[in-house]
């Protein structure tokens, strides 16, 4: 008989290179090892010997830079997805993509699970299983770190280093780096090791050497960069004027970010599974974009039209956060989203300097910002009456006065 066939989620560091040999001996299973290239860049290097040479039966090595890009940043920067603040999703919204061509090369290889090495403290394990529960409920999903028999053999590093050593599989673990990084297209993230003290100061000169896609503000140039985003429909088409694709912006300004040392982020934030964690975050393009996205919107979008979409960022946040993209409320916020972009077209026009991103002016053919309405001198339109504004007030003050009243009759 065939054997049972399994697809897990392979990134070449210890935790799945030992997952990919223990799932292999546990389940007496073929394993295929799936990479998903969202922008890790020289990470993926060996990649496809190393797992082979560890015990996967096939290996897939997809690039899906131009569909995380296209599919997943664009739509969620259109909705000004924010999560707490501060953080611009960048982990969590690679892990919906890799999870759905997870599935599809599953089904493709007639696999009966998809497994993954998140942990059963962190949100990925969220993410990965939420997404396969909803595009493919058929398919099993093998968390080992969930499973006491794996927790029991494999209680630290060291065993799993030891583990590693005994059945040749290639590490590179060592306490040079006591943190763990995810990169990806959108961004990359620092988490644990002596990050997980809230006092520790990641941005101190000591500490630079963490970094990996931008520069420190004190390091960046002197010298000011200005650059222009075309937009159309909430979507940035140009920089500077050349027609760009959507994997081509997210490079471009990433390399000008980093260059003026602009997107950290270093802030605790409330986990789905209940806890507190400490996480540091470069998105250099990333962080140039949501302003001027935003800066776009100012001149173009309604302003009913922006409060309504505005009083949903926390939500659709959240739901990016917690693993639900695939969910029918993520796809129902999605289309009025997409309604509130049709007229967000343009320029905006940015200063880089020293981690700062400054408006530097904005157009649009279909603005609506009107100067004769909006001047301090006489309006030549004659469109706006400021004696109408006696009565605004008047009717909007009418229940602070009941209300007042209120309070004053019972002293």
């Known amino acids: 008989m065939a054997k049972e066939k399994i697809v897990l989620a392979y990134s070449g560091g210890l935790d799945t290179s030992v997952i990919l040999k223990w799932l292999k001996e546990t389940y007496d299973a073929e394993i295929i090892a799936f990479t998903a290239d969202i922008g890790q860049k020289d990470e993926l290097d060996g990649l496809e010997e190393k797992a082979l040479a560890t015990g996967a039966s096939k290996v897939y090595i997809d690039d899906l830079r131009a569909e995380f890009a296209k599919d997943f940043i664009y739509p969620m920067f259109q909705a000004g997805t924010l999560y707490e603040g501060q953080y611009l999703l960048g982990t969590s919204i690679a892990r919906p993509l890799i999870a759905k061509r997870m599935v599809d090369i599953a089904r493709a290889e007639g696999a009966t699970a998809i497994a993954h090495g998140a942990t059963g403290k962190g949100n990925d394990q969220v993410r990965f299983e939420l997404t396969a529960a909803a595009l493919a409920p058929e398919i099993g999903v ?50 644990s090791g002596m ?48 027609a760009m694709n959507p994997l081509e912006v997210m490079e471009r300004l990433n390399d000008l970010g980093g260059k003026h040392g602009i997107g950290r982020v270093d802030m605790v934030e409330n986990r789905f599974v209940g806890m507190k964690s400490r996480g540091v975050y470069e998105t250099p393009g990333g962080t140039i974009l949501f302003t001027a996205h935003r800066k776009m919107e100012s001149l173009t979008m309604d302003r009913e039209v922006m409060h309504l979409r505005d009083s949903l960022i926390a939500k659709y946040s959240q739901l990016v956060y917690n693993g639900f993209w695939f969910a029918p409320e993520r796809i129902a916020l999605q289309a009025l989203v997409t309604e509130s972009q049709k007229n967000v077209s343009g320029v905006v026009r940015l200063k880089l300097y020293k981690g700062n991103v400054i408006g530097a002016g904005v157009k649009s053919p279909v603005s609506l910002y009107n100067p004769d309405i909006a001047t301090m001198e006489a309006d030549p339109s004659q469109a706006y009456d400021q004696g109408d504004a006696t009565g605004f007030i008047r009717l909007n003050a009418l229940r602070l006065k009941v209300s007042s009243g209120v309070e004053q009759s019972k002293n």
Not at 159 to 187: C, F, Q, W
């Open 142 to 191: 093998i968390a080992p770190w969930r499973l006491e028999a794996f927790r029991e053999q494999f209680p630290g590093r060291a065993e799993m280093i030891a583990y590693a050593e005994k059945h040749g599989i290639p590490v590179t673990a060592s306490a040079a780096k006591p943190y763990s990084t995810d990169r990806n297209l959108l961004h990359i993230s620092f988490e």
């Open 195 to 242: 990050l997980e003290d809230p006092w520790f100061d990641p941005s101190a000169e000591e500490n630079e050497d963490m970094y990996v896609l931008s520069v420190s503000p004190e390091r960046a140039p002197d010298q000011a960069e200005y650059v222009e985003l075309t937009f159309e429909q909430g979507d940035c088409v140009a920089l500077n004027g050349e």
